[in-house]
């Protein structure tokens, strides 16, 4: 499963024009730095986006070959009101900072504890369906939004392991897997959407007073779409036999109770079949890339994932 973000460490060398970057945004120019070791530092870095913390605020640099019209429409939206309680709102960026560091674009953000990694009983799961509820159920209005990104997700990962893992033993199980999904369209279903939901994506939002309430984080897959690929992974982990059933009927549940139109009541699986199967692809083509580039053995859960695979290429027909 995604994790929550880690505790951050040291700068390395390649972040330090993004952790100056940082560095700028949280103090006024004159003003020395009192912020805890421990409160600065590199919370991620992967191939889609670099994220550093300095005190009370994150940077993050998106991930290289990003659209700027499309990015500017996402950050756009996260700070409209119509999204308030539900999207973390981004932050003005320091007026000596770039607005783009090394052709990447750089976004400022409150920080926000995230789910605790540790404690699995205590994740905001009815929080989470309720919030992608509310996001799912604002009218998208006459903004110009680009399509959400989890089709092209999924189609990213298998490339990713045709290119990376080619002669994986699994690899064929996988394809088998998404050769039995249709292709996909953009249909009749043109709602917001997250686009990359899991509970890494949730922090609490410190501005929000007393008990910070919960917002959902990462605006780089957001736009319209069919919103039951918000759901979709949750849905593979159920289907997989990863997330237990009552968790996964409470965060089914409290997404119904709270009016999200994903799904239909009578048969929700209807909606969610198609993209539980594609994420559940797109979960094993990730483990398989990545195994193979770091040269180890894939883990349970990971093993899992392709053994649903397994079953998913096994009922295709024709």
Known sequence: MDSALPTPSAPLPAHL?????????????????????????????????????????????????????DHRARVALAAHRDVAGVLLPPLPPPRSGPAVLDGRPVTVWPYGPPVDPVDPDAAPWEEAARLLAVLHSTPPGHRDLPDMRAPLKAAL???????????????????????????????????????????GQLVRDPRAGGRAAWRLIDVDDLGLGDPAWDL???????????????????????????????????????????PARALTVQTAALALAKSTAEARPLDEVEEVMIDTCARIAGRRTG
């Open 157 to 199: 990962a298998v490339d990713r392991m045709r290119r990376t893992a080619p002669d994986h033993p699994a690899t064929a199980t996988v394809l088998g897997a998404w050769r039995t999904l249709p292709e996909h369209r953009a249909g009749d279903h043109r709602l917001l959407c997250h686009g990359d939901f899991h509970l």
């Open 17 to 69: 024009g993004l952790a100056a970057l940082a560095r700028a945004a949280a103090h006024p120019a004159e003003e020395p730095c009192r912020c805890a070791e421990e409160l600065v530092g590199v919370l991620a870095d992967r191939d889609d986006g670099t994220v550093v913390r300095h005190g009370e605020l994150v940077v993050k640099a998106h991930a290289p070959g990003t659209d700027p019209g």
């Open 232 to 274: 979709a992974r949750p849905a593979a982990w159920f289907a997989a036999g990863i997330l237990p059933p009552e968790i996964w009927s409470r965060f089914l549940g409290a997404y119904q109770e709270a009016g999200g139109p994903a799904v239909d009541a009578a048969d929700p699986w209807e909606r969610l079949d198609v």
